[in-house]
Nanobody, 112 residues
Framework: QVQLVESGGGLVQAGGSLRLSCEAS????????MAWFRRAPGKEREFVAS????????TYADFVKGRFTISRDNAKNTVYLQMNSLKPEDTAVYYC?????WGRGTQVTVSS
């Protein structure tokens, strides 16, 4: 079983930056793609970004392209999400995903 723990969320002003981390533990598999999703208040959970095991393929939702960067450190079983130029509409709980496993999320709040 895989456990995912997100961290790095917080309150930031519009235009600011945050770096989220997600550490995986337990029975992690070397060939997995990891991803970030988010759920804004009153909205469905939506895809943000994903990265393959090698890091060779990164996929982003259109609304974060050019602002967010996903990366991973396989030696640490950790995936990161660098978020720059944050907007109030980025306010959400951000979740890490590995196959069918989800973390509990980390709150990101962007003030205008």
């Amino acid at each position: 079983q895989v456990q995912l723990v997100e961290s790095g969320g917080g309150l930031v002003q519009a235009g600011g930056s945050l770096r989220l981390s997600c550490e995986a533990s337990g029975r992690t598999f070397s060939s997995n793609t990891m991803a970030w999703f988010r759920r804004a208040p009153g909205k469905e959970r939506e895809f943000v970004a994903s990265i393959t095991w090698s890091g060779g393929t990164k996929t982003y939702a259109d609304f974060v392209k050019g602002r967010f960067t996903i990366s991973r450190d396989n030696a640490k079983n950790t995936v990161y999400l660098q978020m720059n130029s944050l907007k109030p509409e980025d306010t959400a709980v951000y979740y890490c995903n590995l196959n069918s496993c989800w973390g509990r999320g980390t709150q990101v709040t962007v003030s205008s």
